[in-house]
């Protein structure tokens, strides 16, 4: 196995994990990491992938891990049009790893936020895709995220771009520990696995507050993706799935998750899929138990790969 960083020349630093023979890789995992945290966090999950043959491209994504110039530029994607610049870095990407590994399938598999960049992704760009994963996704009512863009906005013209707001967190994140009191730490709700809770409080590159501009370019990205018009602009024949914990507050509890794949078979797609894990909560990669959901991606990527070789 091959494990190497490179600084690409806009400025992203890609974390790269390649098996060693290049003619054994079958298929090429475009990842992409949640809010708060960074690519080195899925180093397991990908080593997995690569034990199966395939390839594991992760960018830490603007204002994120080593991509963010400084501590004082995490949380912060750009002044305006933050969103659409963090899904024109995955388009890139895309091609390098296109150009990287010629003819293998290529499937993007994004978590939390990277699953709203990712189904972002899949709107515009969804033709160069072979398949979609989203793991730990939303799907918000509409008017309520119309209300957050709003508060975000106030927030910049009072306090300015990188203002870290107390109450964007709150309304964003405050509630989620709330099932799960008494709470031992503010991140229980990542998961059950208290060694893999206390590694994300030790990171310092991880638990961050996004900056205003951060939050209102999130949440301008949520609109975009539940707009049923947007999503019918997905490939009708791209395959989906969706994964979520069923103690997910994130995707309220297997509600919102289940709001999206509706969403998709309206639009017409036609291979839509969704798990939802009993007991697990948001980073189903990093739960106790999480050998059941790697598995379910290895058999969901060999009919990918599968189906791609008898095209």
């Known amino acids: 196995m091959n494990v190497s960083r490179q600084r690409l020349p806009d400025g992203l630093l890609l974390h790269e994990w390649e098996p060693g023979d290049p003619a054994r890789i079958r ?3 475009h990842l992409v990491h949640g809010s708060c945290e960074h690519a080195e966090r899925y180093d397991h999950f990908a080593r997995y992938l690569v034990g199966l043959g395939f390839a ?8 994120h891990g080593g991509t963010a110039p400084s501590r004082d530029e995490l949380g912060y994607f750009g002044e305006d049009g933050g969103w659409d610049a963090m ?5 890139r990407l895309t091609r390098h790893i296109r150009a990287k590994r010629p003819g293998v399938p290529v499937v993007m598999l994004g978590h939390s936020m990277g699953s709203f960049l990712a189904r972002h992704y899949a709107i515009v760009h969804g033709m160069e895709l072979d398949g979609l994963i989203a793991v730990g996704t939303a799907h918000h009512p509409r008017l309520l995220l119309r209300s957050a863009v709003l508060t975000a906005n106030t927030a910049i013209r009072r306090k300015g771009s ?4 107390k109450l ?5 994140y405050g509630a989620y520990n709330r099932r799960f009191r008494p709470a031992r730490t503010p991140h229980d709700w990542l998961t059950r696995d208290e060694a893999e ?6 990171d310092e590159r991880c638990g961050f507050v996004l900056t205003a501009a951060g939050f209102r370019d999130m949440f301008e990205g949520l609109r975009f993706i539940t707009d049923s018009a947007r999503i019918r602009e997905t490939p009708k024949t791209l395959p989906v799935l969706l994964l979520s914990g069923k103690d997910d507050p994130v995707g309220g509890y297997g509600a919102m998750p289940e709001r999206a794949y509706a969403a998709y078979r309206q639009a017409g797609l036609t291979d839509v899929r969704l798990k939802l894990y009993d007991g697990m909560r948001h980073e189903i990669l990093n739960e106790i138990g999480k050998e059941d959901v790697y598995r379910d991606i290895a058999d969901w990527l060999d009919r990918i790969v599968t189906s791609r070789r008898e095209k």
């Open 168 to 172: 964007l967190y709150k309304l964003s």
């Open 56 to 63: 594991v491209y992760a960018a830490d994504l603007r204002g």
């Open 162 to 165: 990188r203002y870290r707001s």
């Open 197 to 202: 809770v206390d590694r994300f409080v030790r």
């Open 87 to 91: 899904v024109e870095d995955l388009h």
């Open 27 to 29: 298929g090429a995992i």
